[in-house]
Nanobody
């Protein structure tokens, strides 16, 4: 699967951004998609995961009520709407895919395809 994320940028605290991730190479509607992020000097961490149908979505506690993951299977595109951004949200954001739902959804190692990442910088 080839993934390409976009939509990152510089935003003030309290602002919003929407990330997109276009996928190709696998039947998108059956692919589990995740968002991860990695801040400078820190390990990559889980942000959100969404099932192939979009019916199941889970979030890291730190982004609940602020971020919304969604997908448009007709467009092979994954989204991450980020509202009420905080300086601690500053990171490179990655979309990733895995072929099936199940265990270890929050673990980066369980995903087999990754996009190159897009930088999100939140100024305070």
């Amino acid at each position: 699967v080839q993934l390409q994320a976009s939509g990152g940028g510089l935003v003030q605290a309290g602002g919003s951004l929407r990330l997109s991730c276009v996928a190709s190479g696998r039947t998108f509607s059956s692919t589990v998609m995740g968002w991860f992020r990695q801040a400078a000097g820190k390990e990559r961490e889980f942000v959100a995961v969404i099932s192939g149908s979009g019916g199941y979505v889970f979030y890291h506690d730190s982004v609940k009520e602020r971020f919304t993951a969604s997908r448009d299977n007709a467009k092979n595109t994954l989204y991450l709407q980020m509202n009420s951004l905080k300086s601690e949200d500053t990171a490179v954001y990655y979309c990733a895919s895995r072929p099936s739902w199940g265990s270890r959804l929050y673990e980066a190692e369980s995903y087999d395809s990754w996009g190159p990442g897009t930088q999100v910088t939140v100024s305070s």
